[in-house]
């Protein structure tokens, strides 16, 4: 595999923005390393020129800048966005830790280096939260057995699964860089994995115009989600190669058995066609205003035959009782559809996009567990039995 350039994995203006106290405190483990490279910690040094510097270190293709230094400074700033300052917050309210302890209130940036610094459990279980909230698009399977109880401490399970990723990924011809960040959140046990895509080539021209050839490794991030309580897993991957092999890992991991996690057709469309619109009815489901549908897509089986799509701004629920659309319905196979989820106090519905027979798309800001209420209550959605 040819060597690979990571380009830009700390941004300059991360660096700027911190206070000159955090940066120095984070940077104080890797003096030693970082001096070596020509980046020298010392606070009398600080300046716009000798940030520059680090930010040149830092991003510099040599197998002796520091690893663990340059991940860190990427969760913080992915932490330190408008996004990641509010699961801060969130996370610290609930688990009633004082971020400040009498300190004024600090800007964003400065807040996502003080939190690695002073409480790294909350810092992990933050990005963790953070990379699940980004992932909207899940493909699910469900486990052929009774629920699998999970221990307290994840930390032998996450050791051993990322071994065995990194393994599998050099195999797949990728690099061995591979994070797994575990969060338990209630029934859910979030899974994100951070790792290096496939190798890329590019031409560089520098500033005396020189051409050079730089070969880049995109990161990827994947986020598996296992709800204990109905022994679901979620998976996350735009590459359906990684979403086997997430499958097989946690399999294997969770429960000894690489095929323990199966294809369940759980999303059903027969709903429509038996009752129309009655379908639709969420009266019954505490914490849901109502729900509309939004779009309905015709699949056929016969390639030749054009997929039939009808949509509205509104609801198309009314049309579900009237013809041509029920005789459609009768007669057409529902390929996927897309409810309008009303909550209270929102005007403008959240989507929630269902692709059977395992494939869910929808707004993480939805308490997604009334929806799956709403879909078993109606028929939408049929859990495996139990065994």
């Known amino acids: 595999m ?8 700390v941004e300059l203006p991360l660096l700027e923005a911190v206070h000159p106290d955090l940066l120095f405190a984070l940077l104080g483990p890797f003096a030693g390393e970082l001096a070596a490279l020509g980046a020298s910690v010392d606070r009398t040094l600080y300046s716009t020129a000798w940030l520059e510097q680090l930010h040149c270190v830092l991003n510099q293709n040599d197998s002796t800048v520091p690893a663990l230094l340059q991940s860190t400074l990427m969760d913080i700033a992915d932490l330190a966005t408008e996004t990641g300052h509010k699961v801060i917050v969130t996370l610290a309210l609930e688990r009633r830790v004082d971020l400040l302890r009498g300190r004024k209130p600090l800007a964003r940036t400065d807040l996502a280096f003080h939190l690695f610094l002073a409480d790294p459990d909350l810092f992990r279980a933050a990005h963790v939260h953070l990379q699940s909230l980004h992932a909207t698009d899940f493909i699910e399977f469900y486990g052929k057995g009774p629920p699998l109880p999970i221990g307290e401490d994840l930390t032998p399970t996450v050791a051993v699964l990322q071994d065995r990723l990194r393994t599998s990924f050099e195999e797949r011809n990728r690099t061995g860089f591979c994070r797994v960040m575990a969060e338990e959140r209630g029934p859910e046990l979030v899974f994100v994995f951070r790792h290096g895509g496939t190798p890329h080539r590019m031409t560089s021209i520098g500033a005396d115009e020189r051409h050079e050839l730089l070969t880049y490794v995109p990161e990827q991030v994947d986020v598996v989600v296992f709800d204990t309580a109905t022994n679901r897993l979620s998976i996350n991957s735009s590459c359906h190669v990684d979403r086997e092999l997430y499958r097989t890992a946690l399999g ?20 429509f066609v038996r009752f129309g619109s009655a379908a639709l009815d969420a009266r019954d489901i505490v914490g849901l205003e109502r729900v509309s549908l939004r779009k309905i897509m015709l ?35 529902i390929g996927e559809w897309t409810f309008g989820v009303f909550l209270p106090q929102n005007i403008d519905p959240f989507e929630v996009h269902v692709h059977p027979p395992n494939r869910l798309r929808f707004d993480r800001r939805i308490p997604l567990a009334r929806v799956r209420e709403f879909m078993c209550a109606r028929g939408f959605l049929q859990l495996p039995p139990r065994r």
């Open 252 to 271: 294997l991991v969770l429960a000894q058995d690489e095929q323990y996690f199966e294809l369940w057709p759980a999303f059903r469309s027969d709903p």
């Open 2 to 9: 040819p060597k690979a350039r990571f380009k830009q994995v």
């Open 299 to 333: 699949a056929s089986r016969d390639p030749d035959l054009a997929t039939v799509e009808f949509s509205a701004h509104g609801d198309l629920a009314p049309w579900l009782d009237l013809d041509p659309l029920r005789g459609i319905l009768q007669q057409r196979t």
